[in-house]
């Protein structure tokens, strides 16, 4: 057995800044072990310290301009935890539009401009014929395109107002564009890839083409899904918040209020231009590669999902008025908050676990430990909940090499500036993938009844399991799976941005424009102690905020993040995240070029800016340590 080590460092086409190293065996192809390390880090939570709580929501928001206004609502949803404020009916129908909005937006941008190119190739598409593409797009259109709708009731446009072009000269148009780049010698967006690698000949050219021209289409149109920020919040990146509500007046009689009849027929344009992309677009392009891949027997890395998934749920369908004392979870539309084990064995072994309330205070639930990053804890302590977290820095630097140059990160020591989040002392995977296995679990062992969109994630899961002609554990545990699932949840979202729309336009003309609730907007109504948990759904899965708040300031702050979940170093305790598990589950063709490596973890949709954060619970000056590798120090410069 030869055994090769290989590295890849920087991982492109993500958020931030990750390393990922693999033993593979080359007779075989197994990948016998993988680390994954986040290789810079960041102080949010300490320059909130000591700050007013109620303008936290704007400082965590810039944790990540990629998956930007999730912090915010987390943080708000702390802050109001801890206060005890509950929103208005507008607030919360407007949050849950904005939320709404960012997932689909995001899985959508994801998926063709960060994922894409793992499964297609601009070399490919140039083999293609544009008139076999033509007759190609309407197949996908017509066996790809899942019949499904939203909630009952909803008026929706008679027709697409935006349909996949599938002419020959357009696809002819877009293949000289493309080979244009190509002939020069310059590939720029496509630069610097494995574009040999034998995988992309598992497609047919036409499918590359296909793919390749709605990239280049939604390069541009992306930017017209997020209307709902731009109206709400005032823009996009990091939309505004206030703590009690939102800032933007209504009114249907004054044409200079912030959101009026013109502003929100801005709003239900945008909405309906996501339901069009994804349905005719996202969704089809994604079956098609997803379909010939899984009749391959492409069906690897689903590793730590098939073990235990994690979820907080979201999307409150009313207002609450609270979240540790359990009203948050009463009062939602989607309840993925849970964890189900053992679903890799079948529906019929899975075990669910509720999570909710006071689940969210509790060290033995939730907690983080450093067994393998390169922070320490007090003697004798390996866990802390959030809420008493400490960020100590202990950088070892790597196995071989040295700081200034890394070769190989040290395994058995310490190699990530990501902790490692446990829920019960184990490591659970979050994400798209995470929330439908706990809603699908939960509805079809009867845990809960569903609402319209928790069914419409069981007809989905179902529906694909159709095309695929696969039980869904035999699809959803997988590269291919986790990418699918992406795309079903941008659906997900999509509709139910309509269904809050909706309820937001009925209850304006009830004569409710309240968007603020300030009777506990003066300090003097504070407690002089008080706690708070935010939680939230983010795109790349569950994300939580818990802050200490004393004499009217933050005493201390803390976020989990998902890809801190799914990218933390293993812990002897716990096992290993979900990017080292799937890694591990993952066969490599060819040493040397590890595109399954990428596809494997570019399926988790990386933001890894969000999952390394720095903070000091005392409020002490932290120290400061060069987390460069490859920095060239001369003269006390880089």
């Known amino acids: 057995m030869s055994v090769k080590r290989v590295v890849i460092d920087p991982v492109s086409r993500i958020e931030g800044h990750l390393r990922l190293e693999i033993k593979v065996d080359e007779s075989s192809g197994k990948v016998e072990d993988a680390l994954s390390s986040g290789t810079a880090w960041r102080g949010i939570e300490l320059i909130v310290q000591g700050r007013d709580p109620r303008d936290a929501w704007a400082f965590v928001q810039r944790i990540c301009g990629v998956c930007t206004t999730v912090h915010a609502l987390a943080s708000l949803r702390a802050v109001e935890d801890a206060l005890g404020i509950e929103i208005p009916k507008n607030a919360n129908y407007i949050r849950n539009i904005m939320a709404a909005t960012q997932n689909a937006q995001d899985h959508l941008i994801h998926f063709y401009h960060l994922h894409a190119l793992d499964w297609v190739s601009p070399l490919e598409a140039l083999k293609a014929d544009p008139a076999s593409t033509v007759e190609l797009q309407n197949a ?16 929706f446009d008679a027709y697409p107002k935006e349909f996949p ?7 002819k148009t877009v293949q000289q564009k493309v080979g244009q780049i190509v002939a020069s010698g310059q590939l720029g967006i496509f630069a610097s890839h494995w574009w040999d690698h034998q995988d992309y000949k598992l497609l047919a050219p036409e499918v590359h083409l296909m793919a390749i021209a709605h990239y280049l289409n939604l390069l541009d149109r992306q930017r017209e899904l997020v209307g709902a920020h731009v109206i709400f919040g005032g823009k996009n990146p990091h939309p505004h918040y206030i703590v009690g509500g939102m800032p933007c007046s209504i ?6 209020a912030s959101v009026n009849s013109e502003r929100l027929a801005v709003v239900d344009a945008s ?12 969704l089809p392009d994604l079956l098609a590669i997803g379909d010939i891949y899984v009749k391959k027997g492409y069906t690897d890395g689903g590793g730590l999902a098939k073990e235990r998934v994690l979820g907080y749920g979201d999307f409150p369908d009313e207002p609450y008025n609270g979240i540790a004392n359990g009203d948050f979870h009463k009062k939602l539309l989607l309840r993925s908050n849970g964890v189900v084990e053992n679903f890799g064995q079948g529906l019929a072994s899975a075990v669910f676990y509720n999570l909710e309330g006071r689940d969210y205070a509790d060290p033995a639930i939730l907690a983080e430990g450093v067994e393998h990053s390169w922070y320490s804890y007090p003697q ?7 809420w008493d977290g400490i960020t100590e820095a202990q950088y070892t630097g790597p196995k071989e090499g040295n700081k200034d140059s890394w070769i190989y990160l040290d395994e058995a020591g310490k190699y990530s500036w990501l902790k490692t989040p446990k829920w019960r002392g184990k490591s659970a995977e979050v994400g798209p993938l995470a929330r439908y296995i706990i809603i699908y679990t939960k509805v079809k062992k009867g845990i809960i009844e569903p609402t319209w969109a928790e069914k419409m994630v ?15 554990e035999n699809w959803l545990l997988s590269t291919v799976g986790r990418s699918v699932v992406r795309g079903l949840e941008a659906q997900l979202h999509a509709y ?18 309240a968007v603020a609730s300030t009777e506990k907007w003066e300090p003097s109504s504070w407690p002089k102690e008080a706690q708070g948990v935010g939680l939230h759904e983010a795109p790349r899965g569950a994300l939580g905020h818990w802050v200490v708040i004393k004499n009217a300031k933050i005493a201390n702050y803390q976020a989990i993040v998902p890809t801190t979940w799914n990218a933390c170093p293993r812990d002897s305790q716990a096992g290993y995240g979900a ?12 040493a040397d070029q590890p595109l399954e490596i990428l596809k494997a973890i570019h399926a988790f949709d990386p933001c890894v800016a969000c999952a390394t954060h720095l903070y000091d619970a005392a409020g002490n000056e932290v120290g400061m340590v060069d987390t460069d590798p490859y920095a060239i120090v001369k003269g006390g410069g880089r």
Not at 251 to 256: A, E, L, T, V
Not at 380 to 386: E, I, L, R
Not at 458 to 472: G, H, I, T, Y
């Open 380 to 386: 004798g302590k390996s866990n802390f909940h959030p």
């Open 165 to 171: 072009k599938a002419t020959t000269l357009y696809f």
């Open 140 to 155: 996908v259109l017509e066996k790809y395109r899942l019949p499904l709708s939203g909630p009952v009731g909803l008026a």
């Open 271 to 282: 909405i309906s231009l996501g339901i069009n992309l994804i349905n005719y677009f996202y």
């Open 496 to 513: 139910i941005n309509k269904y809050y729309f909706a309820k937001l336009v009925k209850n304006i003309r009830s004569g409710d424009t």
């Open 579 to 590: 990017y080292e598990a799937s890694m591990i589950d993952t066969k490599v063709k060819v």
């Open 251 to 256: 009114s249907f009689s004054d044409m200079n």
């Open 458 to 472: 069981v007809d989905q899961v179902e529906s694909v399991s159709r095309v695929l002609s696969l039980p869904p």
